[in-house]
């Protein structure tokens, strides 16, 4: 369990984190609206050497940017259930190359790959505390389950 208390905080571990990603990986955001999900694809996108803003893919399901990976930051929220995914290209978007980020994920856990990073963001005590758990599946995180470990050393809290 990580613990932040503030965005800036959220984009340095999320950064921390985007450093150890790797062509193929799929990153599971979940959690309530404003729990962070956005801010922590930021973070990602620093990794990746993105410079471009990251905007909500809310409205748009998908937005695509070109780093030292491509990234491809989707958003299901909108969606009108898993079956809708084909619609906006996701299996495409699974392409061994890109990292793929996706907000509510957790409802499309069927349709992902085995090997994930899975990510919960859930409000602290106060405006700015957030609780980030961050469970790994699959074989290709278990050489970086340490390195995950260790990157998220300095947010480490109890619990
Ligand atoms: P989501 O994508 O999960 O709906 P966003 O990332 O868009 O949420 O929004 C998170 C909101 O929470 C932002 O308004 C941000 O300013 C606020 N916030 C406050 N504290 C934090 C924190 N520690 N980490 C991330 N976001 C925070
Ligand atoms: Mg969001």
Redesign the pocket.
Known sequence: MAR????E??VGLATAVGALLEPGDVVV?S???????????RGVARALDIHEPIV?PTFTIVREYRGRLPLAHV?VYRLEGPAALHGVGFEELIDGESVVLV?WGDRIAGVLPADRLEVS?APGVG????LLELVTAGASWIPRSEPLRLALAPWASEG
């Open positions: 932040t208390h503030s965005v905080a959220t955001l959690g309530d609206l404003g729990a962070g999900k956005t801010v922590f694809a909500s958003d907000e963001i405006d700015d505390e957030r």
